[in-house]
């Protein structure tokens, strides 16, 4: 089991782009800038990803509408200062942002006009494509802002998790890869962070769940074991945090 998990880590390290022996990234090598001021917009029930590969790109709507109250108000209601109003219903409104942003995330070209690789959409949005567009279009951090992929070594779980909490603690959502012990196959977005449940000291993260459109909570004990559960899938694998470097 040890060699199969130090494998595994060797893989996730070379599919971040980095050996083995690189110090994992934290807020405090690189420290994250604060989220916009105002951020935090509710999340609205029956935000739920229109097909089986945007989880990506469905995390990337609803970070942008927590950080972004009057984009989040135009996904609810249509109403946005200057224009028509959108005659959507409000749910294929979403749909068609994520849709859309899909798209965007996985085409030849990046927000800049500059060429890339592109990913087929069949297989959903690699991290690298979904931290690039949060730079691009922000989530709870301005337009601008860089994001950088942290990968989840099995054999330093509870550090990841860590990293994660306190990102979210102070005011970031932050989406988290999870698959099998073999492959990453679902992304949800991380916005809450708690000490321990009443009556119980565990930790715990909260997120979004884009399969469902609810939060779920992520024990930071299931984190560690790789035991999630989170739409069918147990393994973390990455996660997207914002950096000032």
């Not at 951090?141 to 070594?153: I, M, Y």
């Not at 459109?213 to 992520?218: I, P």
Request: hydrophobic share 40%.
């Amino acid at each position: 089991m040890r060699l199969i998990e130090d494998l595994t880590a060797r893989l996730r390290d070379a599919l971040a782009g980095r050996s083995s022996s690189t110090p994992e990234w934290t807020p405090e090598s690189a420290p994250a800038p604060a989220p916009l001021a105002g951020s935090r917009a509710p999340l609205r029930p029956g935000w739920v990803q229109p097909d089986r590969t945007t989880c990506g790109s469905a995390c990337l709507v609803v970070a942008r509408a927590l950080g972004d109250a009057s984009y989040a108000a135009w996904l609810e209601t249509g109403e946005v200062t200057g224009r028509p109003r959108d005659p959507r219903a409000p749910g294929r409104r979403f749909a068609d942002e994520v849709l859309a942003t899909h798209v965007r995330t996985n085409r030849w070209a990046d927000s800049s006009g500059r060429p890339r690789w592109a990913w087929p959409r069949a297989l959903g949005t690699t991290p690298w494509d979904l931290a690039h567009e949060l730079g691009a279009t922000g989530g709870t951090t301005p337009p601008g802002t860089r994001h950088r992929v942290l990968t989840v070594s099995p054999r330093r779980r509870d550090e990841a998790y860590d990293v994660v909490a306190r990102a979210v603690a102070t005011g970031h959502a932050v989406p988290l890869y999870v698959g099998n012990d073999l492959l990453p196959r679902h992304v949800v977005l991380v916005v809450d962070a708690s000490g321990g449940e009443p009556g119980s000291d565990e930790p715990w993260l909260e997120a979004y769940d884009p399969s469902s459109g609810r939060r779920v909570r992520l024990a930071r004990e299931a984190f560690v074991r790789g035991d999630l559960l989170v739409a069918g899938w147990s393994e973390p694998w990455f996660a997207v945090l914002p950096t000032a470097g």
